[in-house]
Structures are given as C-alpha cells and as structure tokens.
C-alpha cells in the first residue's frame, strides 16, 4: 500500500486478511478514474502518538498499528486497551517510556490538554482511579515481549528489536515496511536451530 502511496489509516486484526491456499486469482481489470477519499481515523487501540498528539498522519502510523497488531495476534491481547487520549499515551509511556520532549512541544491545540510543563500530565490528568489502575498494569515492552515468546517460536531478541523499531515514538525514525519485512524476525532461518 505505501508503494501506492496509500495510507491505510485503520489497521487492526479486523482489517487483516489472511490469504487461504484455496483462494482463486481473479483475472487483472483495468481500473480507472478511482476516487479515493481521504479519511482521517483509526481505531483506538492501534493508533499512533503522533496521531493522538495532532502531529500529522503518514506511513509510519501504519506501522506503529502494526506493531500493536503484531503483539496482539501473539498474546491474544490488545496492546493499549483504553478509551480515552491522556489514558491512552501514559499507556504508552508505561509500555515504551517517556515520549519524545520535541513531540510533546509541537501538539496541536486539541492535544494541548494532555501535556503540561513540557511532560505528559500523568497521572494528575486521569479521569479516574481505574484510569490510573489500567495504566499501572500494564508492563515495558521487553517484559511485554516476553510474555509473548510462550506462543510463538522465534527468538525473544528478535521480536524486542522489531516491535522497538515498530513501536518508536518518532515517526521519522520508525522503521518502513519494507525494514520490517527484511527483519531478521521474519527473514532467520530457524530450521537450523531446532
């Protein structure tokens, strides 16, 4: 889709289609004058920071969803399972630490609420005690990562390495989807091993 330079804007495990071998090829059309709106959401849980901030929507958003869906498809569990913004970033303050102090000073006017003396107003902010008791649970990615490696088969470096480059706060130095794909998460040979 980024080669198309097509943002998808709302992925999530719904929105992923695994091809079944007993697929049929429909033959290629000739597509023209497509009209494509330009929609600017996506579903909470697997939504960027910059996003939330009000920093702009680009590729990298696409693939911060999919490092969330990555660790969701391997523990069964959402990542950052919230309803509301300020809840939402001090999640990912717990999971990945402090967010960038150049992110926080640029957020836009509808984020301005969630940052204050230069540092997100958590959890003074919350909502409520549930809201701080939600963060609170939740544990730094390498225990996250770890957590996850019960169901899968691959090396628990690996994975902490490409969900730190999925899940990186800055967009600009998130990794491309093409990075991803050449990980050595997905490209090692573990035949050798076992």
């Given at each position: 889709m980024h080669d198309m330079h097509l943002i998808h804007t709302d992925l999530k495990p719904e929105n992923i289609l695994f091809i079944s071998p007993d697929y049929v090829k429909v033959p290629d059309y000739k597509l023209t004058n497509i009209k494509i709106t330009t929609i600017l959401f996506s579903t909470r849980h697997y939504r960027?920071?910059?996003?939330?901030?009000?920093?702009?929507?680009?590729?990298?958003?696409?693939?911060?969803?999919?490092?969330?869906?990555?660790?969701?498809?391997?523990?069964?569990?959402a990542l950052f399972q919230t309803h509301?913004?300020?809840?939402?970033?001090a999640m990912m303050e717990r999971v990945l630490g402090p967010i960038p102090h150049h992110m926080l000073k640029r957020v836009d006017?509808?984020?301005?609420?969630?940052?204050?003396?230069?540092?997100?107003?958590?959890?003074?902010?919350?909502?409520s005690r549930e809201s701080i008791k939600a963060v609170l649970k939740l544990h730094r990615l390498q225990v996250v990562a770890n957590l996850v490696m019960h169901h899968v088969d691959h090396s628990a470096g690996d994975l902490i390495d490409l969900l730190q480059g999925l899940l990186r706060y800055d967009p600009s130095l998130r990794i491309t989807a093409h990075q991803a794909l050449r990980h050595p998460f997905f490209t090692r040979d573990f035949h050798r091993r076992y």
């Open positions: 960027a920071p910059e996003v939330i901030l009000g920093l702009g929507w680009s590729y990298p958003c696409d693939i911060w969803s999919v490092g969330c869906i990555l660790v969701e498809l391997c523990s069964g569990e509301e913004n300020l809840e939402h970033l006017q509808h984020a301005e609420k969630y940052v204050r003396r230069g540092r997100l107003d958590w959890p003074e902010g919350a909502t």
